[in-house]
């Protein structure tokens, strides 16, 4: 494949200076009628003070921000195969919903009887995401994966405090998430962790060897970030629960499995969802997000207040909840998230939620196939939602995954996760998802065959790459020794 036709590439790079740079004194936005009422003389104290904003015209106004705006990219302008992420496509009905006036404009501090509507959409989302993972107690509060394992964590404080025992531990696999043992850290708990096994999933002897009646519980991502399910999950909470610990599930990767596992049938008593990711809604760029917690019904007496009931035909928040941890959010949580989940879920129905699923890992496995001649692969074994290869043959022409993610920058694409997980030496972790069809899913492994080519013939390339993009390689040692803290 010639330099000339790489998908995505681009001879136009615009710059754009600071408005306050593009401002000229004189110019116009908009005209306005003349004024009947007449001036008011500016305070003298006041006058001179504030920001001295620019002369812009309406041109000036849009083509800065339209420019700025090609300076992104998102799952809207190309395949952004980020692994672990589920940057998947946010079909635009779900948009339309959540803009919705007497949605959206809602305030919320109205009385329960005056946003019924809020209500309800609120309730139902609790009952659906109870039906897709088995577990019947479902706070929407969290505001963001992270903070839906924070939650968790002060369930799990409050259970074993009820419980009248103490517990100082957590276990975590080295195939979780990295948030995982600060959100345990957070509750008090030290993390212990815990090696994965020579296949890449938990180890049922390693579990048994560390789980004591001091150990609070397991925090376990399944599927793991090796893209693995860990097929040993009943028999891990079995010997959990045999020492009165409780597990938790980390939902992040359920585009995986959403319709096809059943969370509480695995053993799994508290479970964090990742709404921007499985539920597609916006990810990305610092929220919002929305991480609602799943628990049993042992376990629901703890969640946050308020939670959306339903009294006959009426919907309430109920606060009344002696046991709950509390409040973890203001007012509905991050409610515009609410609303595009709740319209993916209605409009996606059960049949094509558990469809979804498969194509996601249908098309990773398809990846993995492909280019396993061209990467060597972690684990030569059946994939889930995401695979993951290593640098092994890039390091023989001195090629680093940096070197390789920046050239993908070159071709049109956003480079997948890098170095992560941190089990595998160098590590390409690549997550199509299943909103890519297989004729762009192609066209990306010819691109990483071609640059896994260059790296052979060319090396030079890659490691001045990106060479077509509005910044070049930043100084991340600078960086890191002289961060540049101002907003």
């Not at 948030?179 to 708990?189: E, K, Q, R, V």
């Not at 299943?434 to 010819?446: A, G, M, V």
Request: hydrophobic share 40%; net charge neutral.
């Amino acid at each position: 494949m010639s330099m000339t036709n790489i998908p995505g590439a681009s001879g136009i790079i615009q710059n754009e200076p600071l408005l306050w740079e593009k401002g000229k004194k004189g110019r116009r936005g908009m005209s306005i009628p003349a004024s009947d009422v007449p001036a008011a003389e500016f305070p003298q104290d006041l006058q001179g003070e504030g920001p001295a904003f620019p002369d812009l015209s309406e041109v000036d106004v849009v083509r800065h921000y339209t420019r700025l705006s090609q300076w992104n990219f998102g799952v809207d302008t190309g395949m952004y195969p980020l692994g672990s992420c589920t940057m998947k496509y946010n079909p635009k009905i779900n948009e339309k919903v959540a803009s919705t006036p007497e949605l959206a404009a809602a305030h919320p501090m109205l009385a329960d009887e005056q946003v019924q509507g809020t209500l309800r959409i609120m309730y139902e989302l609790q009952e659906y995401l109870a039906a897709i993972t088995g577990l019947p107690g479902v706070t929407v509060q969290p505001a963001a994966g992270a903070h839906g394992e924070l939650t968790g964590m002060l369930i799990f404080a409050a259970c074993h405090k009820s419980r009248g025992s103490r517990r100082t531990k957590i276990l975590i696999p080295d195939t979780a998430h990295g948030t995982n043992p600060a959100s345990a850290a957070l509750c008090g708990y030290k993390p212990v962790p815990i090696k994965s096994g020579p296949n890449g999933i938990m180890d049922v002897q390693s579990i048994m060897a560390v789980m004591d009646e001091e150990t609070a519980g397991i925090m376990i991502t399944n599927p793991n970030t090796l893209g693995l399910f860990e097929t040993n999950i009943r028999e891990i909470a079995e010997i959990v629960h045999g020492k009165g610990g409780l597990v938790y599930g980390d939902g992040a990767n359920m585009n995986a499995v959403m319709g096809i596992v059943n969370a509480r049938k695995c053993g799994v008593d508290v479970m964090h969802l990742n709404l921007h990711k499985t539920f597609s809604t916006p990810h990305g760029g610092g929220g919002p997000g929305a991480g609602p917690v799943c628990v049993t019904e042992e376990l629901a007496r703890f969640l946050p207040t308020p939670l959306a009931v339903k009294d006959g035909d009426t919907y309430r928040l109920e606060y009344n909840r002696p046991e709950s941890i509390g409040r973890v959010h203001a007012f509905h949580g991050n409610y515009s998230v609410l609303l595009r989940a709740y319209s993916y879920i209605r409009t996606m129905g059960a049949g094509n939620l558990k469809k979804a699923s498969m194509l996601a890992v249908l098309n990773a496995a398809y990846i993995k196939e492909k280019l396993k001649g061209t990467l060597p692969l972690a684990y030569d074994r059946p994939c889930m939602h995401e695979c993951v290869f290593s640098d092994a043959l890039l390091q023989e022409d001195k090629i680093t995954t940096l070197d390789f993610a920046k050239r993908l920058i070159d071709c049109g694409y956003h480079p997948p996760t890098i170095y992560f997980p941190l089990v595998v030496h160098g590590a390409i972790m690549i997550e199509p998802t299943e909103t890519e069809c297989k004729d762009d899913i192609d066209q990306f492994i010819e691109v990483v065959k071609m640059v896994v080519r260059e790296a052979k013939e060319n090396p030079e390339l890659l490691r001045q790459a990106p060479m077509r993009a509005k910044m070049r390689r930043l100084d991340e040692t600078l960086a890191a020794r002289h961060p540049c803290l101002r907003g």
